[in-house]
């Protein structure tokens, strides 16, 4: 009897253990859409397969100096774009203090400031988009000009961060909702 009860407690056990592990292969992360799920678990940006921009690359038949031209291009635009979201998100925490405190002159003011920074970020994403266009001759351009539908507006490509609803909704259905996803105010 003891025996029956020990293996069944050691069994229930290990099925909660194995039943605790959380899945961090996010298959579905992709590069400026899902950057706040990727943000919180960064095995899922490891994971994540981004077959249609290796395509494009492999269809454009980029020399090597174009390559790192084009890597210097987008590291540097991460860089800049790593900057100003963690100047967004501070001041999301900064806006969210003032509602709280009744200090709705401040918090439009914050918003003003919001609105800004998302706006330097589009803009900067059309500048690395521009700069990439120009490393390219006349052929790769018409390679690109026919791949890109395929490239869902090219974002996948140059790396953009958009579709702000979608990085909220995807907050709010894995429950992993701080507050900090760039869309609420809490």
Known sequence: ????????????????????QTNTEHKGCTPGRDE???????????????????EIWEQLKLSIEQQQKIRGLREDHQKHA???QA??????????????????????????QI???RLQLADARL???????????????EVFRRSRPMMGRGERLFHMSGNRRGRHNQCHEMNDHQGDCGSCIH
């Open 1 to 20: 009897m003891k025996k029956i009860l020990l293996s069944t407690l050691i069994m229930c056990f290990t099925l909660s253990l194995l039943l605790a």
């Open 36 to 54: 706040h799920y990727c943000d919180k678990h960064p095995a899922a940006m490891r994971n994540r397969t981004d077959k249609p921009m290796m």
């Open 82 to 84: 790593n900057i100003v």
């Open 87 to 112: 100047e967004i998100r501070n001041l999301m925490i900064d806006l969210r203090n003032a509602i709280q405190a009744d200090k709705f002159n401040h918090a439009r003011s914050l918003q003003k």
């Open 115 to 117: 609105s800004d920074k």
């Open 127 to 141: 500048n690395l988009m521009e700069s990439i266009i120009k490393e390219l001759n006349a052929e790769q351009r």
